[in-house]
């Protein structure tokens, strides 16, 4: 009887206080290949998390799909077979819908708004059924890369009726293909891996990315006019699995989330300041014409209708509570 009362004193014990793994190795896998500011900044993570914890947690950084395309990781995430990544909240939308609100074409007026809009309580219900439904949860809920512009082969499109006819690459997402049609074009989806070559080839006649995607990806050799519409805000994050991270001790999880925090706001001051200086050393180049001020009011017109297509897909009550909190935010 005595062993037994030990024996159950011991369990009530570890339950009353669980026991953390003295040292924890976190896999990241994610899309950005080397020489680019979020790769840089994923790798600074790992070495603050090491330094902070003491050897405790170390993150391994996989960069450029070395683990699988970015819809693919997502869904590694989901399974616990990858502890990390840093998709868009576009990519997500496939787990929960709605996320790919965060990418709606003219729905933002600047990048601090957006910002206090996706860090605030409009988001919070789809954060929780991420990690309810999904056992993902966010470290750092917004993580900028940059507006979405559009490159062309030869036409040069300043309105959207300019874009009538064309054939547009668009990820496999609803809302570009929504997006594509509303400006009179025929969304093409393709691989991202596939891009250049199918720019190259003339198989689509333009494609749409954020200016350091453009950028190193070299998309401007093979484009000969770019047009800022600015027309979304591409929104990465940064996420683990909920077991993984509950796998950590209390202490360890907020090192984590800080230096999530802390690379995060430096990977939007850094890419700012490339976004400018790779736009202009585009234009310096001469390979490729800038029209720097389209009819974005026209735009935003033509894309509006959209929105109602949408709504079945996000939610009508998901919506209702962003569009509302955009309204609060620019209130103040």
Not at 252 to 280: C, D, F, P, Y
């Amino acid at each position: 009887m005595m062993k037994t009362g030990a024996a159950i004193f011991a369990l009530a014990a570890v339950l009353m206080f669980p026991s953390y793994a003295a040292a924890q190795t976190l896999r990241f896998g994610h899309a950005n290949a080397p020489g680019e500011v979020a790769n840089d900044m994923f790798n600074e993570l790992a070495e603050r998390v090491k330094t902070r914890t003491k050897g405790a947690v170390t993150i391994r950084v996989y960069p450029s799909e070395q683990l699988g395309k970015e819809a693919d990781l997502v869904q590694q995430v989901k399974q616990g077979a990858l502890d990390m990544s840093a998709p868009s909240m576009a990519v997500m939308s496939v787990l929960v819908p709605a996320l790919e609100m965060a990418s709606g074409p003219f729905l933002w007026k600047d990048w601090k708004e957006a910002e206090t809009v996706l860090r605030g309580p409009a988001f919070d219900p789809l954060w929780n059924e991420l990690r309810d439904k999904h056992n993902i949860v966010p470290l750092s809920k917004i993580l900028y890369w940059g507006w979405r512009n559009f490159t062309f082969t030869e036409r040069e499109v300043r309105k959207p009726e300019d874009m009538v006819g064309l054939k547009i690459r668009v990820p496999e997402s609803p809302i570009w293909v929504e997006m594509i049609r509303a400006f009179g074009a025929a969304p093409t989806p393709i691989p991202f891996g596939e891009v250049y070559t199918a720019l190259q080839q003339k198989t689509v006649d333009g494609q749409e990315n954020p200016i350091p995607t453009i950028f190193s990806r070299k998309f401007y050799e093979v484009q000969a006019v770019l047009t800022m519409t600015r027309h979304m805000l591409q929104n990465n994050t940064i996420v683990i699995n909920k077991a993984s991270l509950a796998k950590l001790s209390p202490e360890n999880q907020k090192i984590l989330l800080e230096e999530a925090a802390a690379v995060s706001a430096k990977n939007t001051e850094l890419q700012q300041g490339r976004e400018k200086s790779m736009l202009e050393e585009m234009r310096k180049s001469g390979r490729i014409k800038i029209i720097d001020e389209p009819d974005r009011a026209a735009f935003q017109a033509k894309v509006e209708p959209a929105y109602a297509n949408l709504e079945a897909r996000w939610g009508a009550d998901n919506l209702k509570r962003l569009r509302a909190e955009i309204a609060k935010v620019r209130g103040k």
